[in-house]
């Protein structure tokens, strides 16, 4: 009697234990099935924050661009200079440093003029121009792209405005940056003897030595006077 029970209770206790290794098994199968896998939910939200971050780079690269204004760097700061992107017709203005101490590449993306400790660069072209500072050999990166839309263009004179180019001046001309409705006159000169390029850009009306010069679309437009076997020319840069 007593072996006939302990047999009865192992075979009970057997029983019971295979009962629920099945169902952990089962519910363990179920969960796997349900959910994914901890490195796949990983790899998701790596690639997530990876969109996200490139989304973000792009939105602040596109934001990052100034428009024709004056933007101010000192030489005197150490270390390197950032780059810029600043619109077509801006002027980046580099303050503390001496005469013979800047030189742009190429040439024809900036016109630069020096006095009182200070360079001034207008951008009259666009693509990219690199300003090297003799100090150290440093160099400043700017883009120069057309337009950048929604930002200011305070370096450029607005619509209705005149400027005045004097042929009668001894100084060398600055590359001035009009707004599309300001005119540009070269006084002082007879008549036939201006030229613009490109010549579709702007129209010119002589009267009384003075060719006063309106623009009909955004363009960067070469000027040349010729007076008494002495050319000059100068870019003027045009913005909306």
């Known amino acids: 009697m ?19 290794l099945l169902a952990d098994t089962a519910g363990a199968a179920t969960a796997a099935a ?16 990876t969109s996200a971050a490139r989304a973000a780079a792009t939105a602040t690269s596109a934001t990052a661009c100034e428009g024709a204004v004056v933007h ?23 303050v503390n440093t001496g005469p013979g101490s800047l030189v742009a590449q190429p040439a024809t993306m900036a016109d630069c003029f020096y006095a009182a400790g200070t360079y001034q660069c207008r951008l009259i072209r ?13 160099e ?14 305070t370096a450029c004179s607005p619509a ?10 001894e100084l060398p001309w600055w590359s001035p940056c009009l707004r599309l409705g300001a005119t540009l006159r070269v006084v002082n000169l007879g008549p036939g003897l201006l030229s613009a ?14 060719h006063a010069c309106r623009f009909r679309r955004p363009a960067s437009v070469v000027f040349t ?14 913005v909306r």
């Open 2 to 20: 007593r072996i006939s029970w302990y047999r009865h209770r192992l075979g009970t206790a057997v029983l019971l234990g295979l009962t629920l």
């Open 34 to 49: 349900g959910s994914p896998p901890i490195a796949t939910s990983a790899a998701r939200a790596a690639a997530t924050a």
């Open 72 to 94: 101010e760097v000192d030489a005197a700061q150490p270390g390197a200079l950032p780059p810029l992107c600043i619109a077509v017709g801006g002027v980046v203005r580099v």
């Open 126 to 138: 666009t693509g990219s121009v690199r300003l090297t500072l003799a100090t150290g050999a440093r």
């Open 140 to 153: 400043l990166l700017v883009r120069v792209p057309a337009t950048a839309p929604g930002q200011p263009s």
């Open 160 to 169: 209705g405005s005149v400027v005045n180019l004097d042929t009668a001046e």
């Open 197 to 210: 390029t490109p010549a579709d850009a702007v129209t010119c009306h002589y009267e009384a030595g003075v």
């Open 225 to 238: 006077a010729t007076s008494d076997a002495t050319t000059r020319s100068v870019t003027a840069v045009v």
